[in-house]
């Protein structure tokens, strides 16, 4: 038994150790943790997805364990970059540094765009930017997001014409605190692009215990006849919880209305205009049954007029007039009346 122990020592010996076991969820990286404005940091980082589209950006106000306190609207948004992972879910991106609209401390926050929500921040100084100590964090009961957000709901009839649109967001959340948390009360923002949300309250009915969960149900409204990609936002705290795209469609029974409108508007004034100018403009004489009498006329006279004949007799020639008379009337014109010089001569009676 004894001979077996050092044969099994050497057996270890000669067996590789085991990979290092990277670190749970992604990481950041920087080339160096301070830099002025002007100048350039490179971010890499690793332990993401891969085939993932991710967004870089510098927000003040905020540290790794609390994340960024304000969301999107204390980040240099203008001047942050987009990178998409590799096959092993690594990336690597030169960032220019722009100062926060909100004061140090600051972090490189790297957030995915798409699919299942992940993100992770990298301290850096931003030289020359000013510096103020974090909000205190609310003591008592805290909440967190335990499962991704949705916007439940669809558009009807009323939206496809203009109506406003409007959804349901849904996600569950924990009390992460010492102490329950009663009728919280959230902050919905919904952004269009690269503005800042429009926050409204909503409170929610309800006490969430220590330890314990509760989903959240929170109405989302937009402006009438709103269109293109949204943003819907949710804020308890001073902090943002949770984020959700929103694509709204295009309200085309609008353009189709007023697409009619432009046909048929001018359509009707024309008709309008023709009835009050044939009622303003002066009628000939005789109205228009005369007109109509007077275009018959000349075929009436012309079926009335008696036709002549072609065995008709002029008044002056008779068949017992003399011969040499007879020739000399036949040389005048047919339609040259006879002379009075020229005495007729009668024939027996």
């Known amino acids: 038994m004894r001979s077996l122990v050092p044969a099994f020592a050497a057996l270890l010996l000669l067996v590789p150790p085991p990979a290092a076991v990277a670190a749970d969820g992604p990481d950041v990286k920087l080339s160096t943790s301070q830099a002025g404005t002007g100048g350039s940091v490179t971010v890499t980082g690793g332990g993401w997805r891969k085939r993932t589209l991710l967004m870089i950006l510098i927000c003040g106000q905020s540290v790794p364990s609390r994340g960024v306190i304000g969301g999107t609207n204390s980040c240099a948004n203008a001047d942050g970059r987009s990178v998409t992972t590799d ?12 100062e926060p609209p909100v004061p140090c401390p600051c972090v490189v926050h790297v957030a995915t765009v798409t699919g299942p929500e992940a993100q992770a921040d990298a301290i850096l100084q931003v030289a020359g930017h000013t510096v103020e100590p974090l909000p205190a964090e609310p003591e008592g009961g805290r909440l967190s997001v335990l499962d991704d957000t949705r916007l439940d709901g669809s558009s009807g009839l009323l939206t ?11 996600l569950t959340v924990g009390n992460v605190g010492t102490s329950a948390v009663t009728d919280p009360v959230f902050q919905v923002g919904t952004s269009h692009g690269v503005f800042a949300p429009a926050w ?6 309800g006490t969430i215990a220590p330890g314990r969960k509760a989903q959240i149900r929170l109405p989302a409204e937009l402006a009438a ?35 009619l409108v432009c046909l048929v508007v001018p359509a009707a004034v024309f008709r309008a205009g023709m009835a009050v100018v044939d009622r303003v403009r002066p009628r000939r004489p005789g109205g228009v049954r005369h007109r109509r009498l007077s275009m018959r006329l000349p075929y009436a006279s012309a079926r009335r007029r008696p036709q002549p004949s072609s065995n008709s007799t002029l008044p002056w020639f008779t068949p017992d007039a003399d011969p040499g008379t007879a020739g000399r009337l036949s040389a005048r014109h047919d339609d040259s009346p006879p002379s009075r010089t020229t005495p007729l001569r009668k024939g027996p009676t």
């Open 225 to 259: 006849g709103a269109h293109g990609d949204y943003t819907v936002s949710l804020k308890y705290g001073g902090k943002v919880l949770a984020e959700q795209p929103w694509a709204v469609g295009r309200p085309w029974g609008v353009t189709l209305f007023w697409v």
């Open 200 to 205: 409204e309250e909503r409170q929610w009915r």
């Open 160 to 170: 496809w014409f203009g109506a406003p649109p409007a959804r349901t967001l849904v």
């Open 87 to 98: 096959t092993e879910g690594r990336f690597r991106k030169e960032l220019p540094v722009a």
